[in-house]
C-alpha cells in the first residue's frame, strides 16, 4: 500500500525536472576529475540557468550538499560506467523517489503519479518535466514504471503559463490557463525574458491534444527550448 502522508514535501526541495540527457551530459562532463566543490563554472557548456538547475537536481539526488560539496555518491556514479551506472542510479531513483516507485509497484495511474508529485508544490510545465524526468531515468536504469505511464508521459495534460525557474531552481509556481466546457485545454502561452531585447512569447490557441506527428514533435521541442532558457 501506498503511503500518502506527503505533508512534508511542500518543504524539501523541489525534485529535478532537467532534461533527462543533460542530466547523463552533467555526470560525463565530470568524468574527467570532479572538483571538491561544484559550482556552475563546473559546466560551461551549459547556459547560466540550466547549470544553476544541474546543481538544484544533484542537491536533490544527494550527489552533493548545499553548498556545493561532493557527496562520494556522486563520485561513485561518475566512476561507474555503462550497466555499473544504470544500477547506481537505480539505487539513486529507489531512496529518493520511495514513493514514486511504491506507486509503479500498484501500477498506479498517470494521474497518481502526478498527484504525488503535486505535494512538492510544482504545477504546470514544472510538473510535466519532473514526471518526464522521472519516468526517462526508470527507463534508463530498468526501474519498473506502471504500464499506464509510458504513453502518457508525452502528453501534458493541460496548458500553462510557466515561470522560469529562480536561480536555485527550487520554487517553481506556474499558472495554468483555464480549460474549456470539454475539459481540455485550448491554449497556450510560454514567455521568456531575453536581457539584451526584452521577452518572447510563443501564444498559440490549439489543443496541445491534438496534435500530431511531426507537428506534435515540433511542438515540444519548441516548448521545452523556451523552458531551458534562463530567468536572469
Not at 502522508?5 to 542530466?23: C, E, G, H, M, W
Not at 510560454?190 to 496541445?208: A, H, K, M, Q, R
Request: glycine content about 6%; aromatic content about 10%; charged content about 25%.
Amino acid at each position: 500500500m501506498v503511503n500518502n502522508d506527503n505533508s512534508n514535501l511542500k518543504q524539501v526541495r523541489a525534485p529535478v525536472y532537467i532534461p533527462f540527457k543533460t542530466f547523463l551530459t552533467a555526470i560525463e562532463t565530470l568524468e574527467p576529475g570532479i572538483p571538491p566543490i561544484l559550482d556552475r563554472s563546473v559546466f560551461p557548456t551549459f547556459s547560466g540557468g540550466l547549470q544553476s538547475q544541474v546543481l538544484g537536481a544533484f542537491k536533490f539526488l544527494g550527489l552533493i550538499k548545499d553548498d556545493g560539496s561532493v557527496e562520494p555518491l556522486l563520485q561513485k556514479l561518475v566512476n561507474a560506467k555503462g550497466d555499473e551506472r544504470k544500477l547506481v542510479l537505480r539505487d539513486i531513483i529507489r531512496t529518493k523517489y520511495a514513493k514514486a516507485v511504491e506507486l509503479a509497484e500498484s501500477n498506479a495511474s498517470y494521474g497518481q503519479l502526478e498527484d504525488y508529485f503535486r505535494n512538492y508544490n510544482i504545477t504546470g510545465g514544472t510538473l510535466y518535466r519532473v514526471v518526464r524526468f522521472y519516468i526517462d531515468t526508470c527507463t534508463y536504469t530498468g526501474e519498473k514504471c506502471s504500464t499506464h505511464w509510458a504513453k502518457a508521459k508525452k502528453s501534458p495534460k493541460r496548458a500553462i503559463k510557466k515561470e522560469i525557474p529562480n536561480e536555485d531552481a527550487e520554487q517553481h509556481v506556474p499558472e495554468k490557463s483555464k480549460d474549456d466546457s470539454s475539459g481540455i485545454a485550448q491554449g497556450f502561452l510560454e514567455t521568456v525574458t531575453l536581457p539584451e531585447i526584452g521577452t518572447i512569447t510563443l501564444s498559440t490557441s490549439i489543443n496541445p491534444l491534438k496534435l500530431k506527428g511531426k507537428s506534435r514533435e515540433w511542438f515540444y521541442q519548441l516548448v521545452d527550448k523556451l523552458g531551458e532558457y534562463p530567468k536572469e
